[in-house]
C-alpha cells in the first residue's frame, strides 16, 4: 500500500478556504486518491476522490499533482462543522485499506 | 441515512466475558473491514474479508476473531475481554470491482470499555 505524508493539524477561520495536503510520493497508477474525514465521536465519512483529474463535488475540490505524487483538498469557505481529522488514501482493487495518520483542521469562529 | 450498521454503539462489560460486535450492510457489498482507534488516535485495520467464507487478518494484531457466512455480516468477536481491549471499533465495507474507484462506507462505530 502506498504511504502517505499529511500534517498532523492545521488551523482555518471560518469562511475561509482551506487547503490540506497530502504526499503520496510512492502511489501507484492504479491507485485513486481518496479522502475521507472523522467527525469527534463518529466513524470516518467520505468526502471525495479522484485518478488524474481535479474533481469538484458539493463537499470540497481535490487538486491533483501532474505526477500524481501529492494532492490538496479544498474546502472553500471552512465552517465549524468541517473540524475532522481529514485522511487521504490511495485505493486500488486491493483488500488491505490501511489509514495514516490525518490531519486535525480546527476552525476557528 | 447509513447503510451500514453496528451494535452496539456502547459496551461497559467486565473482564473475562464474551462479546460479539455486530457489524451489518445493505449495500451488497463485498469486501469488509474492522478497524481499531484508540481516543485521537490512527484508525488501525484488524481484520478483512473480501466476500463469503474469506477472512484476513490486518495489520495491527489483534486478540478478536471474525466470521464471513453472509455477504451482509461480518461481526467480530472476543471471547474473553480484557481491559487492554478498551477501544473504539469501526465497520466499513466497499464495492467490489472498479479498481481503486469505490467509495469506503463506515459504520458509526462500538465503543467498547473493558472494566
Known amino acids: 500500500d502506498a504511504k502517505t505524508t499529511q500534517p498532523n493539524s492545521m488551523e482555518s477561520n471560518e469562511e475561509e478556504p482551506v487547503h490540506l495536503p497530502c504526499n503520496h510520493s510512492t502511489i501507484s497508477g492504479t491507485d485513486y486518491i481518496h479522502w475521507y474525514r472523522q467527525l469527534p465521536s463518529q466513524g470516518p465519512e467520505y468526502v471525495i476522490h479522484?485518478?488524474?483529474s481535479n474533481v469538484n463535488n458539493r463537499m470540497a475540490s481535490l487538486a491533483i499533482a501532474e505526477d500524481r505524487k501529492s494532492s490538496t483538498l479544498i474546502l472553500h469557505r471552512a465552517t465549524l462543522r468541517d473540524a475532522a481529522v481529514y485522511y487521504c488514501i490511495p485505493l486500488n482493487a486491493g483488500n488491505m485499506l490501511t489509514f495514516g495518520g490525518g490531519t486535525r483542521l480546527m476552525v476557528k469562529p | 441515512e447509513a447503510d451500514i450498521y453496528q451494535t452496539p454503539r456502547y459496551l461497559v462489560i467486565g473482564t473475562g466475558k464474551k462479546i460479539t460486535l455486530e457489524c451489518s450492510q445493505t449495500m451488497g457489498h463485498d469486501k469488509m473491514y474492522w478497524y481499531q482507534q484508540d481516543p485521537g488516535m490512527e484508525l488501525h485495520l484488524i481484520h478483512y474479508?473480501?466476500?463469503?467464507?474469506?477472512?484476513e487478518k490486518g495489520d495491527l494484531s489483534s486478540e478478536s476473531t471474525v466470521s464471513r457466512i453472509r455477504t451482509e455480516h461480518f461481526p467480530l468477536t472476543l471471547e474473553s475481554a480484557r481491559p487492554s481491549h478498551t477501544s473504539q471499533y469501526l465497520c466499513?465495507?466497499?464495492?467490489?470491482?472498479?479498481?481503486?474507484?469505490?467509495?469506503?462506507?463506515f459504520g458509526a462505530g462500538s465503543r467498547l470499555t473493558v472494566l
Open positions: 466499513a465495507s466497499r464495492e467490489q470491482g472498479r479498481a481503486g474507484a469505490n467509495v469506503l462506507t
Open positions: 474479508s473480501y466476500g463469503v467464507n474469506s477472512t
Open positions: 479522484g485518478l488524474t
